[in-house]
């Protein structure tokens, strides 16, 4: 797909520095993963035919991103649904129509692979993101999302295993 002048794409290996560049962005105080383990994840993510990172950008760099994971689902006829996460546009390419480009993208993958619903979670005062979102269809107070968390320092004691 693309717009005017980006190219809106699935990630490649390739684009890992630029999609952990943006999600520095949007997340500054995470905690910063080793070089080793940052590409050991991403190419887990990258070889999961359910976890689709899609990418724009022009030139070769990426300006925004979004998480698609597909959730096989005994429900809904055994469709399976889609969870968007980590939408993020740098900040100098905002207001250009890029997030939207990804989150169709997006969306347009999902409905491919029959998806019965894709569910996205924002922040509560994220209110010109939600304008995003409901722009290109999803819609609140149809379900209500929540969220839990590992207490602070709960998850930090058990080492990280990637199952396959």
């Known amino acids: 797909m693309q717009t005017s002048e980006h190219v809106v794409r699935e990630a490649t290996r390739a684009d890992l520095p630029g999609v952990l560049a943006l ?15 940052a590409s050991a994840s991403w190419d887990r993510l990258l070889a999961s035919p ?24 005994i429900a809904n006829g055994g469709r399976p649904f889609g969870i968007i ?10 207001h250009r129509g890029l997030a939207r480009a990804v989150l169709e993208h997006a969306l347009h993958l999902a409905w491919s692979r029959s998806c019965c619903k894709v569910v996205l979670l924002s922040g509560a005062e994220r209110t010109e993101a939600h304008r995003l979102y409901e722009s290109v269809g999803f819609r609140g107070g149809i379900e209500c999302g929540f969220v839990a968390k590992p207490a602070s320092g709960a998850v930090l004691d058990i080492p990280y295993v990637a199952y396959t």
């Open 23 to 37: 999600y520095r962005e949007l997340r500054p105080n995470d905690p910063v993963l080793p070089d080793l383990e």
């Open 85 to 94: 996460e980590h939408v993020i546009t740098s900040r100098k390419q905002r």
């Open 50 to 73: 359910d976890a689709l990172v899609i990418v724009a950008g022009s030139e070769g760099a990426v300006e925004s991103t979004c998480m698609l994971a597909i959730v096989p689902n």
